[in-house]
């Protein structure tokens, strides 16, 4: 079997006497709580997929891998482990001080020995890692969200964390080597997904057993992925119907407890160094793998066969052997998949891009056979209902007195009258009085409100109901991440009530732009704090121009079109 990245499995469990001592005696220790990245990577280091790792990187580690792909001693590692905590609990702590990791309930997995506390440069960690400062990069982004001060040392666990699902698919380094070894399977190709798996995945995976003369190790991911991805359960589900479609006992099916970071190159390498540790010693690598895709500008993040490129060019320091693999496309002429880069020319292929599947499940319209296995089409049908049972958010953004509440109120009516749907509405004077209540105007706070909003709305919308909410939402970005939240649980209609200035001051219900003209009102959304107006909202509409009822039944228009109400 390969040996392990380093040449050793680090097994960083105390043993039981010891670790129940230390859990004991960890109430009296200064304690950091992690966060859900945090809690992957540590899982991770206790087991040994990071092996050579005995711990979160100190500063000199850190630098090295920043700068040059390695480890202070030379060894090849891409991507830093860290463990950021706040300005506040660092200066709390000192070099050589014990503290113990816990998870939000207080439960206690490891004791950390400080033995470096350190100021990282993220923007330069986010151009060599990244290779983007980019903050809709969402590697970058969580490097922005991170606390500014580092902690470094070893880790030792006293406790393994509980999980209760997926418990058949579980298996630390040790425990796949030991069971592949028990097989007697020598040449392990293992593969790493994210999303559901088609047809053409198992081509791709079956090939790549022939072409190894081995066995498959499916290994998806089921810590943070990618903000929209399809839900784990939903994945696993697809998976697990999926190995019915490969020879019997070819395919080791199990979930990989990792926080992805999508820095494409980086991470492929980081990918192939944890399946290693596995007990894999060849790693498929396809185009763009752990790519973000596209930036704003539709340029992708990273070259296609950057990631490929990359591995391929560490792997002989590895011991692993990179299966490099173009994409698989269906040959209505064959009936068959054939790889890209094996087509005649001129011949007629057929694919289907993640794109256009999620909007063939959002419309509800069949996905073809050649694409996916009937099971998994049903898998991915429960977890997509048809549009009419679907949830969707109407967020409304404008300035105040633009009319957002009164259309609202009339479209909630409409619905209401007229379907069996459930509605919610949360507008923005009742929210700042209830979920928000103690929020100001500050930028920040505007930002915790409309975060609040969308939380509420995206569970709304995940349980198959009609959120209706009427805030200001007077920037883009907090727009945006609404829409994010929401549109990975069904539809997100944004609707700027695009009413002008003037006319809703000359309305001014409240007496606020009377107030804020006067300056007794500070930051009063367009007049002395910004309204950052949307781009290309779903629909826009001036909230002078038509009646309330009128306008609400342009927004049921919409929803009619879109099929989610009859
Ligand atoms: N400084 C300032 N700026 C804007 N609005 C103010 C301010 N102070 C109080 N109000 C009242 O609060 C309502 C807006 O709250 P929102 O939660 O919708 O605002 S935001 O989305 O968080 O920006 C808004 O209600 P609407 O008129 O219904 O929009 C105002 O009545
Ligand atoms: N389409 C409309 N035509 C005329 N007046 C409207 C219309 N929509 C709202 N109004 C009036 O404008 C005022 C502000 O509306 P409101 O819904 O409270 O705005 P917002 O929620 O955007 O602050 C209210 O007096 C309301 O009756």
């Not at 660092?90 to 206690?108: F, K, N, P, W, Y």
């Not at 982004?141 to 580092?150: F, I, N, S």
């Not at 292929?349 to 999620?358: A, H, I, K």
Request: negative net charge.
């Amino acid at each position: 079997m390969i040996e392990p990245h380093g040449g050793v499995l680090k097994d960083l469990y105390l043993p039981d006497a010891e670790a129940l001592d230390a859990r004991r005696a960890s109430g009296a220790l200064p304690g950091v709580v992690l966060g859900h990245r945090q809690l992957c990577d540590l899982e991770l280091l206790l087991d040994g997929a990071f092996s050579p790792l005995e711990g979160f990187m100190g500063e000199a580690d850190y630098e090295a891998v920043v700068e040059g792909l390695r480890l202070f001693d030379g060894t090849l590692w891409p991507v830093p482990i860290v463990l950021d905590v706040s300005e506040d609990t660092a200066v709390s702590l000192a070099t050589g001080e014990d503290v113990v990791l816990r998870d939000i309930q207080g439960t206690a997995y490891a004791v950390l020995t400080v033995s470096d506390i350190f100021r990282p440069d993220t923007a330069r960690e986010a151009l060599a890692v990244y290779g983007t400062h980019d903050p809709h990069h969402p590697g970058v982004a969580d490097l922005l969200r991170r606390g500014g001060v580092c902690l470094g040392g070893r880790v030792r666990g006293v406790q393994r964390p509980a999980h209760y699902d997926f418990t058949d698919l579980r298996a630390s380094p040790r425990e796949m080597r030991a069971w592949f070894a028990g097989r007697g399977w020598e040449r392990v190709v293992a593969f790493q997904t994210r999303n559901p798996l088609h047809r053409a995945h198992v081509e791709l995976t079956r090939r790549a057993m022939e072409a190894v003369g081995g066995n498959l190790l499916l290994h998806p991911v089921v810590g943070r992925t990618r903000d929209g991805d399809v839900d784990t359960y939903t994945r696993v589900r697809c998976y697990r119907a999926l190995l019915a479609h490969y020879p019997p006992d070819t395919v080791k099916l199990a979930v990989l407890p990792l926080a992805m970071r999508m820095a494409g190159p980086r991470e492929a390498l980081w990918h192939a160094i944890i399946r290693k540790n596995y007990g894999a010693n060849f790693f498929i690598v396809g185009r763009d793998h752990a790519g973000p895709g596209a930036d704003a500008s539709g340029r992708p993040y990273y070259e296609p066969l950057a990631a490929q490129a990359l591995v391929q060019a560490h792997a002989d320091e590895l011991g692993m052997t990179v299966v490099p693999f173009a994409p698989m496309v269906y040959s209505p002429g064959r009936q068959a998949y054939v790889s890209s880069e094996e087509l005649r020319t001129g011949e007629v292929v057929r694919d289907l891009s993640g794109t256009e599947l999620r909007k063939l499940l959002r419309d509800g319209a069949p996905i073809p056979e050649w694409f996916t296995y009937p099971e998994v089409e049903a898998i991915l049908r429960q977890r997509f209902p048809r549009p009419q049972n679907r949830g969707c958010a109407i967020f409304f953004t404008g300035l105040s007195g633009a009319g957002k509440s009164t259309i609202a109120r009339a479209l909630m009516a409409a619905l209401l009258e007229n379907t069996a749907r459930q509605v919610s509405m949360l507008d923005g004077d009742e929210v700042r009085k209830t979920l928000s209540a103690g929020l100001g105007f500050s930028r920040a706070d505007r930002s915790a409100n409309i975060q609040r909003i969308a939380y509420v709305a995206s569970e709304i919308v995940r349980h198959g109901g009609i959120a209706i909410c009427a805030p200001i939402a007077p920037y883009a970005d907090d727009r945006a991440a609404a829409r994010a939240l929401v549109e990975a649980h069904g539809d997100f209609i944004e609707v700027h009530v695009s009413t002008a200035l003037d006319v809703c001051e000359a309305r001014d219900t409240k007496g606020l732009y009377a107030q804020a003209r006067s300056g007794a009102l500070k930051h009063f959304t367009g007049i002395s704090d910004p309204y950052e107006v949307p781009e290309a909202p779903d629909l826009r509409m001036d909230g002078a121009a038509q009646t309330p009822i009128s306008l609400a039944a342009r927004i049921v228009g919409v929803l009619r079109e879109r099929r989610l109400i009859a």
